[in-house]
Nanobody, 126 residues
Framework: QVQLVESGGGLVQAGGSLRPSCATS????????RGWFRQAPGKDREFVAA???????YYADSVKGRTKISRDNAKNTVYLQMNSLKPEDTASYYC????????????????????WGQGTQVTVSS
């Protein structure tokens, strides 16, 4: 069984930074893509960022220029560096993994991912 475990959320003031991480545990697992989504109370889950093992990197317009997705292959961990945080970034952040190759457009769709973590809370105060 593959498990994705997020950590690194927290409470930060507007303008601050956080770097949630997503570690993989369980059986040996190589995914084609890893993504981050977020969900604020009362809202739908939305795409934040994704990266593929073939070099594709994708960001939502709302975080572009403030956010960087990266990975550490040795640790099988994916990171989401978020800078210049805003109160509207407040949400639970979920990492996800997709096993097989897909189109670039699929990276933005939460239904295209096979595994999900439990989420880590990010709260940005004004």
């Amino acid at each position: 069984q593959v498990q994705l475990v997020e950590s690194g959320g927290g409470l930060v003031q507007a303008g601050g930074s956080l770097r949630p991480s997503c570690a993989t545990s369980g059986r040996t697992f190589t995914s084609y893509a890893r993504g981050w989504f977020r969900q604020a109370p009362g809202k739908d889950r939305e795409f934040v960022a994704a990266m593929t093992w073939t070099g594709g990197i994708y960001y939502a317009d709302s975080v572009k220029g403030r956010t960087k997705i990266s990975r550490d292959n040795a640790k099988n961990t994916v990171y989401l560096q978020m800078n210049s945080l805003k109160p509207e970034d407040t949400a639970s952040y979920y990492c996800a993994a997709r096993r097989s190759r897909s189109s670039a457009q699929a990276m933005y769709d939460m239904n295209e991912y096979d595994y999900w973590g439990q989420g880590t809370q990010v709260t940005v105060s004004s």
